[in-house]
């Protein structure tokens, strides 16, 4: 299988002569994922991770898969909680769990096809993984901030307003950006089509007038320049004239995003979680996020409305007594009365309400 563009090549592993080989086995295992039409995107992460294990394995001189028992995978499952990468942090859960679910397809596929007589991953608990918010959410500001670093004077310029302003707009990941065709763009319906997304899955999304406008300038004024490779109807094109590498575009995005003043935040994916946690805000509802996202899990997109906390602290300021009190204090040295009712209460609110607020307080203290 080939190696689908990895910077760092895949780990050593030892002799695989031997057709039961774990080498071997390993293969077969990952020919008939590809038969089973699995994207390339986790065909190029199981093969590393499974020669991660296959490589641990032969250092110990277990070569086949019936040496594999249920204590050995444990063992194996105990050196990645103590491996540490080369800043010293150690692996997080969520890699963790990535390393061992091949792991578990692939012996589930041996006992299924009698290439072992039982399952040693069978029932292997998984780490837990952290259930954590983007750490960055690009606000409005900061996203025009952005938007605008482009140089619109210059071709390329222009080719990648346009390409940030598509993100934006739609919410698009990044391998769903550079696999975009022009037969994709319906400017009358104001959509795009997203072929072949994650999961191998297609959708449409709608994208907003200014992003159309944007794609349409550089389809008309700078796309014909660059397509030097004659029939290829990628829509977003580099200055050799062929399609984006994932690399090539992270970099990109990244570069603009450092010269708007934000610091190594992120890239693509900043995009992504601004869209989505601004539309939750200004009223969308979560199950139209997920639509535009993709995401075959609603609890996927749920973590915006953690994330998306507008709404919270603007019930947060009208509703609790020390926040609504604390917006009407004015400079003085004198502080209020203790009984005096902030103005933010309602009106409607009586003196036995008050009294009976007072009662609930002292009874708390």
Request: charged share 25%.
């Given at each position: 299988m080939p190696n689908l563009g990895r910077r760092e090549p895949y780990p050593p592993i030892g002799p695989a002569h031997d057709p039961l080989s774990l080498y071997r086995q390993m293969k077969d295992f990952l020919l008939w994922l590809e038969e089973k039409n699995t994207s390339s995107h986790t065909l190029?992460?199981?093969?590393?991770?499974?020669?991660?294990?296959?490589?641990?394995?032969?250092?110990?001189?277990?070569?086949?898969?019936?040496?594999?028992?249920?204590?050995?995978?444990?063992?194996?499952?105990?050196?990645?909680?103590l491996k540490r990468k080369k800043n010293g942090a150690p692996l997080s859960a969520t890699t963790q769990a990535s390393r061992i679910t091949p792991l578990r397809k692939w012996f589930r596929w041996l006992t299924r096809?009698?290439?072992?007589?039982?399952?040693?991953?069978?029932?292997?608990?998984?780490?837990?993984?952290?259930?954590?918010?983007?750490?960055?959410?690009?606000?409005?500001?900061?996203?025009?901030?952005?938007?605008?670093?482009?140089?619109?004077?210059?071709?390329?310029?222009?080719?990648?307003?346009?390409?940030?302003?598509?993100?934006?707009?739609?919410?698009?990941?990044?391998?769903?950006?550079?696999?975009?065709?022009?037969?994709?763009?319906?400017?009358?319906?104001?959509?795009?089509?997203?072929?072949?997304?994650?999961?191998?899955?297609d959708r449409m999304v709608p994208v907003g007038d200014r992003a159309?406008?944007?794609?349409?300038?550089?389809?008309?004024?700078?796309?014909?320049?660059?397509?030097?490779?004659?029939?290829?109807?990628?829509?977003?094109?580099?200055?050799?004239?062929?399609?984006?590498?994932?690399?090539?575009?992270?970099?990109?995005?990244?570069?603009y995003v450092r010269a708007a003043g934000l610091g190594n935040i992120g890239s693509c994916h900043l995009f992504r979680h601004a869209m989505a946690t601004l539309m939750l805000e200004n009223g969308a509802d979560v199950r139209y996020i997920q639509a535009m996202l993709g995401h075959a899990d609603i609890k996927t997109t749920q973590v915006y409305t953690r994330v998306s906390i507008r709404a919270l602290k603007d019930i947060h300021t009208a509703t609790h007594p020390r926040s609504c009190a604390?917006?009407?204090?004015?400079?003085?040295?004198?502080?209020?009365?203790?009984?005096?009712?902030?103005?933010?209460?309602?009106?409607?609110?009586?003196r036995r309400t008050l009294s009976e607020v007072r009662i609930i307080c002292a009874i708390r203290v």
């Amino acid at each position: 299988m080939p190696n689908l563009g990895r910077r760092e090549p895949y780990p050593p592993i030892g002799p695989a002569h031997d057709p039961l080989s774990l080498y071997r086995q390993m293969k077969d295992f990952l020919l008939w994922l590809e038969e089973k039409n699995t994207s390339s995107h986790t065909l190029k992460h199981w093969e590393l991770y499974l020669r991660y294990f296959v490589q641990w394995c032969d250092e110990r001189g277990l070569t086949r898969p019936a040496e594999i028992t249920r204590p050995i995978i444990e063992r194996y499952q105990r050196h990645l909680f103590l491996k540490r990468k080369k800043n010293g942090a150690p692996l997080s859960a969520t890699t963790q769990a990535s390393r061992i679910t091949p792991l578990r397809k692939w012996f589930r596929w041996l006992t299924r096809n009698n290439r072992i007589l039982y399952n040693p991953a069978a029932d292997l608990d998984l780490p837990k993984v952290e259930e954590r918010l983007p750490k960055h959410v690009l606000t409005v500001e900061e996203v025009e901030r952005v938007l605008n670093m482009p140089d619109t004077a210059t071709a390329l310029g222009i080719r990648d307003r346009a390409m940030l302003e598509t993100l934006y707009s739609t919410g698009i990941r990044r391998m769903e950006i550079v696999g975009l065709q022009q037969r994709g763009i319906d400017d009358d319906r104001g959509t795009l089509m997203i072929r072949q997304g994650k999961g191998k899955k297609d959708r449409m999304v709608p994208v907003g007038d200014r992003a159309l406008a944007w794609i349409a300038k550089y389809r008309d004024e700078v796309r014909p320049e660059l397509a030097l490779a004659g029939e290829d109807d990628t829509l977003f094109l580099t200055n050799a004239g062929m399609p984006f590498s994932d690399n090539r575009m992270t970099q990109m995005v990244r570069n603009y995003v450092r010269a708007a003043g934000l610091g190594n935040i992120g890239s693509c994916h900043l995009f992504r979680h601004a869209m989505a946690t601004l539309m939750l805000e200004n009223g969308a509802d979560v199950r139209y996020i997920q639509a535009m996202l993709g995401h075959a899990d609603i609890k996927t997109t749920q973590v915006y409305t953690r994330v998306s906390i507008r709404a919270l602290k603007d019930i947060h300021t009208a509703t609790h007594p020390r926040s609504c009190a604390a917006s009407t204090i004015q400079p003085s040295t004198k502080a209020a009365p203790p009984s005096r009712r902030p103005t933010c209460w309602p009106r409607s609110m009586t003196r036995r309400t008050l009294s009976e607020v007072r009662i609930i307080c002292a009874i708390r203290v």
